[in-house]
């Protein structure tokens, strides 16, 4: 059974950082692209950030040179680094592996949802 499981979410103030942590167990980690998503209050779950298999990345404007995102093989993680936050960047924030990847779109087909870890960020 697939289990993805986000971790690092929390409060902090405008111009912080966080990172957040999302572990992976009965997966193939190395086969899977992974992605970190988004859903703010009253609006659709976005992508923001996608990680090939073999490290290409690819990130929403909405974010982009200010979230980085890695993964490790070794304990079957990627995480998301998240600097100069700013309030808009309030959200549940959702981790998912996924089937495909391209450099212009990100992640494509989902295979598994972690459950989500809420990020806040005060003015």
């Known amino acids: 059974q697939v289990q993805v499981v986000e971790s690092g979410g929390g409060l902090v103030q405008a111009g912080g950082s966080l990172r957040l942590s999302c572990t992976t167990t009965?997966?193939?980690?190395?086969?899977?692209?992974m992605g970190w998503f988004r859903q703010a209050p009253g609006k659709e779950r976005e992508e923001i950030a996608c990680?090939?298999?073999?490290?290409?990345?690819h990130y929403s404007d909405s974010v982009k040179g200010r979230f980085t995102i890695s993964r490790n093989s070794a304990n079957s993680s990627v995480y998301l680094q998240m600097d100069s936050l700013k309030p808009e960047d309030t959200a549940m924030y959702y981790c998912?592996?996924?089937?495909?990847?391209?450099?212009?779109?990100?992640?494509?087909?989902?295979?598994?949802w972690g459950h989500g870890t809420q990020v806040t960020v005060s003015t």
């Open positions: 998912a592996a996924a089937q495909s990847f391209n450099s212009r779109d990100g992640c494509g087909k989902i295979k598994s």
């Open positions: 009965g997966l193939r980690f190395d086969g899977y692209q």
């Open positions: 990680i090939s298999a073999s490290g290409i990345t």
